[in-house]
T-cell receptor, first 117, second 111 residues
Framework: EAGVTQFPSHSVIEKGQTVTLRCDPISGHDNLYWYRRVMGKEIKFLLHFVKESKQDESGMPNNRFLAERTGGTYSTLKVQPAELEDSGVYFC???????????????FGPGTRLTVT | EDKVVQSPLSLVVHEGDTVTLNCSYEVTNFRSLLWYKQEKKAPTFLFMLTSSGIEKKSGRLSSILDKKELFSILNITATQTGDSAVYLC???????????FGPGTRLSVLP
């Protein structure tokens, strides 16, 4: 079974440009999460989709970030315009049940490393 | 193919017990190994290990890496109910894929 995949693995863009990150969750997983790791090791929550609906987007830093999950399959995270502080690793994860539910298993993708220069 | 394996996948203990969680890996271009605790939203960082044989400690938690045998352990002594969570092991790579995550160990600590 294919795991969570993310594209691209690395992206280097200039400040002010636009970047779109893609996440393909495990087939059949309704729950999709975006996280990012910035300046160190902590992973910050961005948002949570259940199918195509945004269940929780409390972690989205500002309106330069736009996440979509049309059709409830893959998701995109667009940063427009990118700023220097947006640099970091963006993770996507998927699960059948929401995090915190018994027997939930959340699967992480390899991350997209974004560098804004 | 890169792989991170964690064992056990699930563990139930009583308060006061000591637990050892295992993480083994087969990953090219190893950079570091990280442990996270996940309860609700984002995983919380615990340790980052890059060198073999150096134990890292934080309160009742400690971890060590063996780069020759390709594994790490996470120890939790005198467990408390608040330790109940999924513990994730992840390997960061220098090239190619950025991270490879293990499936996690679900720890349940009963009062």
């Amino acid at each position: 079974e294919a795991g969570v995949t993310q594209f691209p693995s690395h992206s280097v863009i200039e400040k002010g440009q636009t970047v779109t990150l893609r996440c393909d969750p495990i087939s059949g997983h309704d729950n999709l999460y975006w996280y990012r790791r910035v300046m160190g090791k902590e992973i910050k929550f961005l948002l949570h989709f259940v199918k195509e609906s945004k269940q929780d987007e409390s972690g989205m830093p500002n309106n330069r970030f736009l996440a979509e999950r049309t059709g409830g399959t893959y998701s995109t995270l667009k940063v427009q315009p990118a700023e220097l502080e947006d640099s970091g690793v963006y993770f996507c994860a998927s699960s059948q049940d929401p995090v915190g539910v018994a027997r939930n298993e959340q699967y992480f993708g390899p991350g997209t490393r974004l560098t804004v220069t | 193919e890169d792989k991170v394996v964690q064992s056990p996948l699930s563990l139930v203990v009583h308060e006061g017990d000591t637990v050892t969680l295992n993480c083994s890996y087969e990953v090219t271009n190893f950079r570091s190994l990280l442990w996270y605790k996940q309860e609700k939203k984002a995983p919380t960082f615990l340790f980052m290990l890059t060198s073999s044989g150096i134990e890292k400690k934080s309160g009742r938690l400690s971890s060590i890496l063996d780069k020759k045998e390709l594994f790490s352990i996470l120890n939790i002594t005198a467990t408390q109910t608040g330790d109940s969570a999924v513990y994730l092991c992840a390997v960061e790579k220098n090239y190619g894929q950025n991270f490879v995550f293990g499936p996690g160990t679900r720890l349940s600590v009963l009062p």
